[in-house]
């Protein structure tokens, strides 16, 4: 609780309390169009340098040109372009384009499970969420289960998985009604972790020929098996699910707490339901064809947020952007620092990540503020 | 516009904590709502902004039930100011002054022109107009108080429901919050910790003991010596202020002389 200084200034008068960790009161002025017209410069740039990068490069004015005339329906031009155009059009580009939305919509997913339990120290990851979701995705592809939904088969049971393992770490944190946050970061590790243990057990039982590469996969992430379906599906679905949450525009009224949002005419109780759905959802889609990657939905609202404050209808879309470009950056990382091996993805996030959540731990008051 | 409570019994256990009380609020008048911890005071304003449902009795503002109006409904008319707080998630004072617009909103939660204005409105009634680019958490308590203030004014309700709005907040501004809310002409209602704020910024006090209404009119008709004795275990004296002549109270501990005749109630009423 934040008493008021003895002594607090007159309003109006010079002199001020402390601001808090960000400095000034004020946001920077930097106008929020040209912030969106930056970023998504600076992602669609990335890209196409992404594409280019790897053990045969290739120049951003190749890029662009194999992907214009793959886009205007012209096919692979000239003599001797084909190799460059395979590179590009078949390996890198549906990488990069699974890249921006996963990323994006672990970005999503972090900022609105922040919400849903008030607490800016929780995301996908370390709330289990993720590990739900590659439990639940391998606990299908590792019995007959996966002939049973044909295509939608493996996202779907990701999100059953991510579902789960959220209600199951609410559950274990929630009690006398009241929701520690302290408890809810406690038991989302503790369940993240049986459920990683899971996971790795169902694959190594399945005794496939590339166990290894599998669980490595399902824990720690990777984008190399992006392919032009699963991008496209996954792109799509995170769009949709990103359009939906700031359709619904409650995030900004739950992050007040019940009474508050109550009072401001939302059911809070149904509102969290629904963004903890979407969130899930959001989860589910990602794992399914990326495995876990950890820490971009804790670093990258963060980051939103500094850039452009809580209120959700900027931070969404900023944090997408955010999400997607460091997620291109990471996986170009990840596949050429050890080339021609592929590091997961996950140790890059991680690295990133982790000391990022350490700071944001120590500056939060996790052991004393317990939500209501 | 007017709030008749009427039969209100209500409670989070079985035991109810306010059990069939009865109270109207004047149009256009603040209210403190004042009594020992524990006698019901957050209880019954939850009633009011629907919180808590009672099990028992009637809300009517104006001619409509509260409790049978929809959710939404409500919000546009009633705005609640509870007490100080505030998570992680750091808004501007507009932002969260603007957010008292979305029950007024459309599905897809754009704020129109009358939006703004009442933004503008609330911020300007609450003299936070200068603060609206500045993070709430940069703020200081009072001024945090006024734009949450602000921010159930922008709702544009007929009536404003205060839940122990002074905690936290030093003297000055205890007064100030107090004294806005009692200018604006709105039927407020406000749970109050201190007395004497009670009897020298309200228009009326309603004295909340053991669940019920033990006595509600002016600040002098209600904290009548008896009355602070028998309720808040008190001596005190209502005496107007020697400046501006509103109505101040001067409270004492009991005395407990030898022979003197114990206050009934003593043990359970716990001054704070």
């Not at chain 1, 990683?196 to 590339?210: H, I, K, N, P, Q």
């Not at chain 1, 699910?241 to 019940?258: E, K, S």
């Not at chain 1, 876990?292 to 804790?298: A, D, K, N, S, Y």
């Not at chain 2, 009634?125 to 159930?152: D, F, K, N």
């Amino acid at each position: 609780m934040t008493a008021a200084a003895p002594g607090a200034p007159a309003s109006g008068a010079p002199a001020r309390p402390p601001d808090g960790p960000g400095g000034t009161g004020r946001r920077p002025a930097v106008p929020l169009p040209v912030l969106f017209a930056g970023l998504a410069l600076l992602l669609a740039g990335s890209a196409v340098v992404a594409v280019g990068v790897g053990p045969v490069g290739i120049g951003p004015g190749t890029v662009l040109r194999i992907l214009a005339d793959r886009l205007s329906g012209a096919g692979p031009a000239g003599p001797g372009a084909g190799y460059a155009d395979y590179i590009v059009w078949e390996l890198r580009a549906p990488r990069v384009v699974q890249g921006v939305s996963v990323g994006a919509g672990l970005a999503v997913a972090g900022v609105v499970v922040q919400a849903v339990v008030r607490n800016p120290v929780a995301d996908p990851h370390v709330l289990g969420l993720s590990s739900g979701a590659a439990a639940g995705a391998v606990a299908v592809t590792t019995t007959a289960g996966s002939a049973l939904l044909g295509a939608v088969t493996l996202p779907a049971a990701a999100f059953a998985g991510a579902l789960a393992a959220g209600i199951g770490v609410h559950a274990v944190s929630r009690t006398a009604g009241t929701l520690s946050r302290t408890r809810l970061i406690l038991a989302g590790i503790a369940v993240g972790q049986l459920l990683g243990g899971t996971t790795s057990f169902l694959v190594l039982r399945a005794e496939s020929a590339d166990a290894q590469q599998q669980v490595l996969f399902w824990l720690l992430g990777s984008l190399a098996g992006a392919r032009w379906d699963l991008a496209l599906t996954c792109a799509a679905a995170v769009t949709a699910l990103t359009a939906a949450v700031l359709a619904a525009g409650r995030l900004n009224l739950l992050v007040l707490g019940d009474e508050a949002a109550s009072a401001l005419g939302l059911d809070p109780g149904r509102a969290r339901a629904a963004a903890f759905t979407a969130a899930a959802l959001l989860t589910g889609t990602v794992v399914a064809v990326s495995g876990t990657i950890g820490f971009v939905g804790l670093v990258v609202p963060h980051l939103a947020r500094l850039l452009v404050g809580a209120e959700h209808r900027r931070a969404v879309p900023v944090a997408a952007l955010l999400g997607a470009l460091l997620l291109v950056w990471a996986d170009t990382a990840a596949r050429t620092a050890l080339a021609p091996a592929e590091l997961p993805i996950g140790i890059l996030t991680a690295a990133v990540g982790v000391p990022f959540f350490v700071a944001a731990l120590r500056r939060s008051n996790l052991v004393g503020g317990d939500a209501p | 516009m007017r709030l008749r409570i009427r039969g209100v019994t209500a409670g989070w256990t079985a035991v109810p904590a306010v059990e069939g009380v009865d109270l109207d609020l004047a149009p256009g008048t603040l209210t403190a709502l004042v009594g020992p911890n524990g006698s019901g005071k957050s209880t019954l304003l939850k009633t009011v902004y629907r919180v808590l449902r009672p099990t028992a009795g009637r809300l009517l503002l104006g001619e409509d039930d509260l409790w049978r109006l929809p959710h939404r409904e409500v919000a546009r008319r009633v705005g609640v100011l509870g007490q100080d707080q505030h998570g992680g998630f750091d808004f501007t004072a507009e932002e969260a002054v603007a957010l008292g617009r979305s029950p007024h909103l459309g599905p897809l939660g754009r704020l129109g022109r009358t939006d703004r204005e009442a933004v503008a409105e609330a911020l300007e009634a609450t003299g936070c107009a200068h603060l609206a680019g500045r993070r709430i958490a940069a703020l200081s308590g009072g001024e945090r108080q006024r734009v949450l203030l602000a921010r159930a004014l922008a709702q544009r309700p007929r009536l404003l429901v205060l839940d122990e709005p002074t905690n936290h907040l030093d003297p000055r501004h205890q007064f100030e919050v107090l004294d806005l809310v009692r200018g604006l002409g709105i039927t407020a209602v406000a749970a109050l910790h201190s007395l004497d704020l009670a009897a020298y910024c309200a228009d009326g006090v309603a004295v909340l003991h053991r669940g019920g209404i033990a006595g509600h009119g002016a600040p002098a008709e209600v904290l009548t010596a008896e009355r602070l004795r028998e309720v808040f275990a008190l001596e005190g004296d209502v005496v107007p202020d020697p400046v501006d002549g509103r109505p101040r109270l001067l409270t004492r501990p009991l005395r407990t002389r030898p022979g003197a005749r114990r206050a009934p109630h003593r043990e359970e009423a716990r001054p704070s």
